[in-house]
């Protein structure tokens, strides 16, 4: 088999003890870590057709993993106006202004990434911005990607004039006193109302922006994700990309689950496992438990201030437990989405009850998890439940004197509870990091900051939120290598830089483990490295 690529004058980390290895250069075939050992040994296992790529010093660490994405979702949801640095209502109602100017006669004006901090207090709804849009069709899209809002010319296209009841039992078209909309769509049955009726982009223009977003990934020093729903065409896309040999990630894909799913569903997505190509492959179960604190749609034990978030997402919660004991049981993971307490705790109440049954070998995890009290910490290690944990959430989306809408609702106490890394790390449980894309920036470099200074990253200024719970250097570093792989059943062949494991690598200027928090966002990648092929290479190199 011949050598493919052989890094050289490389620093070589390993994140399983933090120490550099005592090789300063490997060697990549078929794949696979072949060799490592001094430069001239391995400059020696090179042939005619070798990449040989000089690092002069730099540092090599296992391929980055992002452990919660959706690219596809994400690739279309990112489309259209970036609202996401409008910090009130007036900046949002100035995008808007610009971007009717430019919008051609009966277009449809899409928006992604509004916070609803920037109604400071008030009722989130289209209210402010019915003039701008007057007779506009827009779609905005709220930061956490389970609301929107609708105009008043997108809904009467629409037809939606008054509530719905859905299946997803947290999902709403919120109305007024009078039973009008004021706009507010809650969860995707009540957004998919307005979005149906909307223009869509062809498969073509599809495909090529989802190319384009994941060579993005690549080069932030991403070699691979958990890619959380396989709606619509996405497994299309990962096959063509893979056959083409564009494909510049490896995917770990979860297919969804939904309220009424039934028996049948439910057989379905287990045959589905394990089908896949070269560098993607299904594997799991995505399922919700909830929705969100600042829609008021997550699960909670005691109701927010404004006495909302107190459902599951499933109508039967019991249902939600009886699908995860029949995936247990055909040894599927699951990974739900539990952001409230209530829904955290009837999750592993859920695992525990499948456990009880025969069987600890099927990894399941916990997405999210905003919110817990202090006896739901130590249940996670004790069911082997792996709690993954997006810290820039907490670092962008609340402040540090809870004075945003996310700490509001929840009230101090539970509020000081918020995004528990460093809890659940020492509590035992596996802690696995990743940015929910596009519901925060996907680069890893910026999401392991995030887990160790806590801070909004558009003023690292500001005092961080919940500091006690931050992560070291080395934690965060584990939290998107070896964690990573160990939550995809794959700590034999990835997460760590040995011969055998995988050549998928990322190549930075500097030692991520002793370059600040805070300039962490900053350090170059300068080559990201797949399956023994370079995806991402700096000019510098």
Known sequence: MRTSLILLSARLLDPATGEFLPQTALAAAGGR??????????????????????LKGAVVTPGLVDGHIHPVSGAELTGGLDLSSCTDVEQVREALARAVRDLAPGAWLHGWGLDPNVFAG???????????????????????????LASRRALRLAGVDGPRTFDQATAEVVCG??????GLLLEDAACELVERVAPQPTREERRERLAAVLRAMAASGLTGGHAMDA???SLAFYAELDAAGELPLRLRVAPWCQPGTGADGVRALIE???????????????IFMDGTIDNGTAWLEHPDCHGESRHAFWPDPEEYTRVVGAL?????????????????????????????????????????????????????????????????????????????????????????RAWRCRDLHDSGAVVVLGSDWPIAPYPPLDVMAGARHRRPSRDLARAPHGPEQALTALEALRGMTVHAAYAAGEEHEAGRIAVGHRADLTVLAGDP?????????????????????????????
Do not use: Y
Not at 272 to 286: C, E
């Open 231 to 233: 709606n619509g065409d």
């Open 33 to 54: 870590i072949t060799a490592l050992g001094d430069t001239p040994e391995i400059r020696a296992l090179a042939d005619a057709s070798t990449t040989v790529i000089d």
């Open 272 to 286: 589905q496992q394990g089908a896949g190509g070269r560098l993607w492959r299904t594997d799991g179960v995505k």
């Open 177 to 182: 006193a009078d039973g009008r909309p004021t």
């Open 513 to 541: 483990l002793v370059t600040a928090a805070t300039e962490l966002p900053r350090l170059p990648v300068l080559l990201t490295v797949l399956d023994g092929e370079p995806t991402h290479r700096d000019a510098r190199l």
């Open 122 to 148: 008030h009722p989130v709804g289209t209210a402010p911005f019915d003039a701008v849009l007057d007779g506009v069709p827009a779609l905005l899209l709220l930061f956490d990607a389970h609301s929107m």
């Open 328 to 416: 247990h049981r055909a040894g599927v993971p699951t990974a739900t989405h539990a952001i409230g307490d209530a829904a955290v705790r009837h999750v592993l109440d859920a695992v525990e009850k499948a456990q009880a049954g025969g069987g600890r070998g099927v990894r399941h995890r916990v997405e999210h998890i905003e919110t817990v009290p202090d006896d739901t910490l130590r249940r996670f290690a004790e069911l082997g439940v792996i709690a993954s944990m997006q810290p820039t959430h907490c670092c962008d989306f609340t402040r540090a004197d809870h004075t945003d809408n996310w700490s509001r609702r929840l009230g101090e106490e539970r509020a000081s």
